[in-house]
């Protein structure tokens, strides 16, 4: 089988849950890991009688989204119900939106113009929806558990068009979608707690054919990875089947992670008539241009603007602007310490080591750390005045994390300031060559390679205070 | 003891009780014990009329105490006035079947938004009557419980699909009563039994409690025993309700109108319409007649009259039985036995859905539910469902063009005949046919009541009259005129 | 029934020969949808949900158990009823 004959043509589905307080259509609770149905009330349980009222911060939170996308937004939406039996779908139909979705035509920006990987990926439409519940099978012996508190979450779901050709394109575009989704702050958009789940739309086609193959769609990835590699598995196995003059089927397939293998389901997804019309209980949704505009105009910056205004601003390194601007919260504390010490190459090393260090050990939030933005700003213009060296700097950093005080007050306290006195440096000498005897009578017989071993040994009993600078020139002048 | 002639308290109007309980000149209990005693003597035995499905003596005991303390601090409407309820209508304590076996003995842990209203306005919930299961049919035959039968004459039917809470009121247990309406299931058991029924406004009345059907059409409607009666019982439910996202922003009026009585000529300059697509050549004449009858009433109350055309009458029955079983078979999905009602459980998941769901659903339900099916279906849609939006846009146009070409409300017959006998309507098609003149206001969502005209040969004929949007206050103005001036012969 | 089913949907087919394009579209602008706060405040029930529920054990509702399980049954136990 040759693979590289075949181009793959990959369309991804989105469902993304939306950071509401409580569900779409319901004043219940959108918390997750709470006692099974604790969170269901008539209207999410589909009790009869009970009727849906939309969340007005979902269709903020929806609009959001869609304009971070660069969606045209539509003054007018309708919501449809799409009717299948299922035990966790509690009114018998689903409800979403079919041909009259909130937004259409936007586009994802994946890669990089410098090493001539950037692309576009083109959104076909993104709509909003109620999520379902939950069945759980190996709880109870011989029956399946429902659990419906996750019934009736809003969810958007972002439908890109087929543009996508590679396994590793399908992980950048699901990388770029998160952070935008994690900048917006419309989602938590995280795959491990369901609040971001993809379906992968996929087809084969001979290299320079324009016709598009037969289509099969995988379900049930959990992680991004899983995704590029369902992707690779369902690759060679299309490309298999035409090699072999076979047809792909129009299915459904499931992702096994452990086993790293693709199985059909049972049902073909052909098969399903799920007889969508407009929902009844719910007139149309219209948004007025007004707040459309004010919704557009208060949209956050985007990680691709923020990468632009990065390099033009602080003539940073692609690879410093990518770190500091995978999240939104590290970009701002970045600008935020380089607006303190106007340094931005020193900000940006202090902030992707020391701090982003400090926090994967406590685990906190970055605007919640204890050396806030001001004080390491404080800290930085002190290391770049020659008070402090690197290496107190890092000490006082740490000290700056348990007790609030001025970084230059604890490093007098602590005799980290920079000593470059020649009658103290001199003193440290003195001690260091009389406790290093067999060094000092080599160094001083011309065995100059031993400078930076005495430099060193000068630096630990000054504990970082010496000036290693002047410490060189006075050692070298006791060399033979 | 006549079956249709209500007795001492209940001869008195809603608004009379209420003002003799707030008065004190009743005690709080004393209309329930009327009401409970009626209920006994028109329900008892083989003969009984089968119109209420199940009592709350306790519990409506309970309530009047609770009207009787909180009259201390608030006037009550309908202080101590007792009402019954269709059973697609969810009561707290009551069950909530909607004449079904699919809902098994369920009671609703949550309360419909109009039953709360009434409680709050002091009135007193007697019990849940017998309706066509989930509000499908226009006789009450098709009941998991069994038929109604109709207080003036026992052979045959109330009407549907609220028959029960129609026989409860013409019988004299109640003076009002909660219904439903999706194609006329208010007003056609009116006009069967004698009574006023109104369908408000889509949107006036919240649908929350309310066990949908086909939620674009369905409506709360009440019925009284006069018009007095029935303007009280919609001014206590009408409003706009937080829980229904289609209900109405729009200001309640009182739809009392006791003041008009010393006005000698209190329509005048009202344009009545009289649309002839709703007087066909085969309309019974005698019907004609005491339409007609009505109609010269008005213009001796001043009204002018003039006949409207409204071009798309005659495709409203299709129409509607395209969007109402489409609703419906959607609608009617959550009845899976999963959550609550009836199970019935071989042993696998599919079987369970297939066996609850046709040992719980009898067959009228069973056929609408194909019939949507099959009209949404791929393939089917366009020519089905959608062109019977499109359509439904239509008739709704026709009303709207009437009335911007100034006419106030129109007056037509309620229904094609009289009560039929049981038993007597066996072709499904046929039966519909019966929602003939009531439909086309569901679909156009505009406000309609029907109330006594006449009799034929004994049997009650019922006059609609159908208003614009928002305007039941005219509707409700034109119907006590007509009913103070045709006085007896309304039920003659 | 189906019999009785075709006898209906004939009578339906009075409508394939109207002239719909004069139909006006849905008159949006007077039932725009009315929105609700993102509050905590569901509708309360009256009664436990063990109450209402056919089968229930530990919070849950308990269904016959599916033929096949894990996600993969979210989509191959769907049914057209």
Redesign the interface.
Known sequence: MNTERYELVIGLEVHCQLK???KAF????TTFGD????N????C???????????????ELATRTAYALGCTLHA?SIFA?K?????DL????QITQFDRPIATLGVVSIGNARDGSAKDIRITRVHMEED?GK??????V???????NRAGTPLVEIVSEPDIRSASEAGAYLRALKQILEYTEVSDANMEEGSLRVDVNISVRRLGSTMLGTRTEI??LNTFSGVERAIDVEFARQCALVDRGEVVEQE?M?WDAMRNEIRP???K?AS??Y???PE???????LDLGWLELQRSQLPELPSAKRARFEAAYGLGASEIDQLTAQRDIAHAFELVTAECSDPKRAANWVLGPLLGALNVSGGRIDEYPVSPARLGALIRLEASGAVSNTAARQLFAILGTEDTEPAAIAEREGLLKVSDDSALLAWIDAVLAAHPVEATRFASGETKLQGVLVGFVMKESKGAADPRRVNQLLAARSG | MTLTEPDGLLARSAADIARAVSAGELQAAAPLVASMERMAAVEAGPGGLNAILCTDPEGARDATALVARRMADESLALAGVPIVVKDNIATLRLPTTCGSRILGHYVSPFEATAVTRLRHAGAIIVGKTNMDEFAMGSSTENSAFGPTQNPHDTTRVPGGSSGGSAAAVAAGVVRIALGSETGGSVRQPAAFCGIVGVKPTYGRVSRHGLVAFASSLDHIGVFGRSVDDAALALHAIAGLDPLDATSADHPVVSYCDAAQARHERPLEGLVVGWPAEYFPSSLDWKIRHLCDRAVDALRELGATVRTVSMPHTALAIPVYYIVAPAEASSNLARFDGVRFGHRVDPGSLRGMYEATRSVGFGPEVTRRILLGTYVLSAGYYDAYYKRAQAVRQLIAADFAAAFADGVDIMLTPTTPTTAFKIGAVSDPYDMYLSDIFTVTANLAGIPAMSLPIGRIDGLPVGGQLLAPHFEEARMFRVAYALERALGGMAHQ | MVGELNRILMHMDVLQGVDVGTAPAMDVATNAMRLRDDMNAPVRLNAERSAFAPAFRDGFFLVPRLDSHGDAAASAGEQDL
């Open positions: 509401t307080r409580t319901c004043g219940c609770r006692a099974p149905n604790a269901t009330c008539p209207v349980l589909g009790l009869p009688g009970a009727l849906p009222v939309l969340n007005r911060h979902a269709v007018t119900r009717n299948y039996f299922y035990p509690p009114k018998g139909y379902a069945s759980v099978h190996d709880r109870f011989g029956v399946s558990a429902v659990d419906l379900k049930n459904t499931i389901t049972r049902s997804e399903h008539d007889r969508y019309f009844p209980d719910l007139p149309p949704l219209q």
